[in-house]
């Protein structure tokens, strides 16, 4: 499955070569592939290539989140060009419960592109997937934040800033588009840990 994000959070074109992300199955999981321009703006975050990274939405990152709509339970996947991740599960929106999991993660870097290769467990998405966006950000003094489902125009309000937790605006997806009909997700011992938001 390959995506592009071409628009701005808000809805505008971008002004770039699209950031494209491909999802394929693996053993055991999802493989998130990702093609993108590198800004090199903010510079690299101070943590190793390769470890979790606190906080990296602050610098240039391509996010993942994938959702169960109905228990608004979701992963969220930072990847930076830098070689640092970040892995997040929420229950309720904005609702981190675990945090900075392990993650292979490797990147290869030219002067104006890169491109990452994740290995995301089965472990890590929370039961019944229904819906997924993706988000790009880069910049320093004139921070941009990139949407592959973006909020519509008509929507928007007047101050609005951008929030890549209005899950409202993710749109459908199932892993049965990669994996056939017949296929059922594996349970994850992680997410039994955790009760549904209510």
């Not at 472990?123 to 019944?128: A, G, K, L, Q, T």
């Not at 592959?148 to 892993?175: A, I, N, S, T």
């Amino acid at each position: 499955m390959d995506f592009k994000i071409e628009y701005t959070w808000d809805g505008f074109p971008v002004r770039h070569e699209p950031v494209c992300i491909r999802l394929s199955p693996c053993e055991q999981g999802v493989k998130m592939g990702v093609r993108a321009p590198f800004f090199n703006d903010p510079p690299a975050p101070l943590g190793e290539a390769g470890k979790p990274f606190s906080e990296l939405w602050n610098y240039e990152v391509v996010e993942a989140f994938f959702l169960n709509d109905t228990t608004e339970q979701y992963l969220e996947v930072e990847l930076c060009p830098h070689g640092q991740h970040l892995v997040l599960l929420l229950s309720g929106r904005r609702n981190v419960w675990k945090k900075e999991l392990a993650l292979s993660f490797k990147v290869s870097r030219g002067e104006t592109n890169w491109e990452g290769e994740a290995y995301l467990p089965w472990s890590y998405f929370p039961p019944n997937v229904t819906q997924f966006n993706s988000f790009a950000i880069h910049g320093s003094n004139d921070r941009v934040y990139e949407a592959l489902y973006p909020v519509p125009q008509h929507e928007l309000q007047q101050g609005q800033k951008p929030d890549f937790h209005r899950l409202e605006y993710f749109k459908p997806f199932g892993f049965t588009t990669l994996l056939g009909e017949e296929w059922k997700q594996p349970a994850s011992d992680l997410w039994l840990l955790e009760k549904p938001y209510t």
